[in-house]
């Protein structure tokens, strides 16, 4: 059933006529067991919109035999032979369920044409001979075991192999015109900041191998809060810290700057919400303003840093992974970035204040070990434009059933700051 939000959503957007359906977890379970001639269940974790163009969403796709990675999209109808098209190249069994007439797919991964790597990982053949390129003619690869980790459809795809002879690797793939930015990325990170080796790429497929850290991946959300938790975060703080003060990471800008984002958020947020849309906007260019005035630093940043994006190992030393949106950029983006996820994870629930306060805190103290933090004016600036770009996200992870108040709330705290001093330090 929709929610009261998602059902105003689907009647201010006729363009799309499968947005009831993708929004309705329920329905669209029921619609595919419909398709199938079995029992199912749909699982929404990620969606992506754009207002009267396509809806986006992934999810898990339960059936007696097992559980599956699955997208579903929603096309309006000036798309419909862009749909018609890639249903027709897309590997045999790959495509679940269509509606053609409401420009409609459900499908497995190897149907994601925008990521075409994955259509050539399940094909054992061709799985084989694209694992050696990237590897090297190893015996293992014969029995190589792929894992699902992440899948953003039509972005990104990240998994574990595991070899019969040879190390656990982690597999990213890209969409083939992006690769190369995320390898030059990863492998400068590797070399100057101890973050995980890159073991091979394709670019021209769009897919690279790095080195699999053991240890467990630290997260606000893990009921984390004893001494040693918060050790380990005062760790990760210290290696974000080298990777922000190393001199031997060659890394280079990104052409869309964070002022740029802020603004494609608000837009986002008034298609969501349009009874804030004033409101959205003024608070949006007020951040976006700020943005390009202050002094620009380039130094190498993460990129999207949060907890998650950290492992610990037994010793208790972090490392970061996820490098592939390293670039030059301002320390404090960083910093704001992981500031915003652990505010986003308080108003969905998954974590409490006070953990989310000490972990912050921890962070920060395990930085200044390493190299003085960024002055509080800058990180202010920062944590305002994250927020604002996390106020989105409670509607995309589909974790809560008022989605509107959770954004709003992470609305009003960059408001908060906005009004601040430290916000407000230097405009004249």
């Not at 006729?14 to 359906?21: D, I, M, N, S, T």
């Not at 608000?266 to 804030?276: I, R, S």
Request: hydrophobic share 45%; with cysteine.
């Amino acid at each position: 059933m929709l929610l009261p939000a998602d059902r105003a959503l689907v009647l201010r957007d006729p363009a799309l006529p499968a947005l009831g359906l993708l929004l309705d977890e329920e329905g669209l379970g029921t619609w595919l067991a419909d398709q199938r001639g079995i029992p199912v269940r749909w699982s929404t974790r990620y969606l992506r919109y754009k207002q009267g163009t396509s809806c986006l969403i992934a999810g898990d796709l339960e059936t007696p035999e097992g559980t599956r990675h699955c997208f579903a999209s929603a096309h309006a109808s000036d798309a419909l032979e862009k749909v018609t098209k890639s249903l027709r190249r897309a590997p045999a069994g790959s495509v679940l369920g269509t509606d053609p007439a409401r420009g409609l797919v459900v499908a497995t991964p190897p149907a994601d044409r925008d990521l075409p790597a994955l259509a050539r990982l399940d094909d054992e053949r061709r799985k084989r001979r694209l694992l050696r390129g990237l590897i090297g003619d190893r015996s293992g690869v014969r029995d190589a075991e792929l894992r699902t980790l992440r899948y953003k459809p039509q972005r990104r795809w990240v998994g574990v192999v595991r070899l019969r002879h040879g190390p656990t690797m982690v597999l990213r793939v890209y969409r083939p015109g992006e690769a190369r930015r995320a390898v030059e990325a990863i492998r400068a990170c590797s070399v100057g900041a101890g973050t995980p080796a890159l073991i091979g790429a394709d670019e021209s497929r769009g897919v690279a191998a790095v080195e699999h850290v053991q240890g467990a991946v630290l997260s606000g959300a893990s009921g984390a809060g004893e001494p040693g938790d918060l050790a380990a975060v005062r760790s990760a703080g210290s290696a974000l810290a080298r990777l922000h003060s190393s001199r031997d990471v060659v890394l280079h800008g990104r052409g869309t700057t964070e002022a740029d984002a802020v603004l494609v958020a608000a837009d986002q947020l008034v298609a969501l919400m349009p009874d804030q849309a004033d409101d959205v906007r003024a608070l949006s260019a007020k951040v976006a303003g700020r943005l390009l005035n202050i002094t620009q630093v380039r130094l190498p940043v993460h990129g999207d840093f949060s907890l998650d994006q950290v492992v610990v190992d037994q010793a208790g030393m972090a490392r970061l992974i996820d490098l592939d949106e390293a670039h030059l950029g301002d320390p404090a983006s960083d910093l704001a970035c992981v500031a915003a996820a652990l505010a986003r994870d308080t108003v969905l629930g998954n974590v409490s204040a006070d953990l989310a306060t000490s972990s912050l805190e921890a962070l920060r103290e395990g930085y200044a070990d390493v190299v003085a933090p960024p002055d509080e004016e800058r990180l202010a600036v920062h944590t305002a434009a994250h927020l604002l770009r996390r106020a989105v996200e409670p509607f995309r992870l589909r974790q809560t059933a008022d989605w509107p108040e959770a954004a709003g709330e992470l609305l009003t705290r960059a408001r908060q700051i906005v009004t601040s001093a430290s916000f407000m330090e230097g405009v004249r």
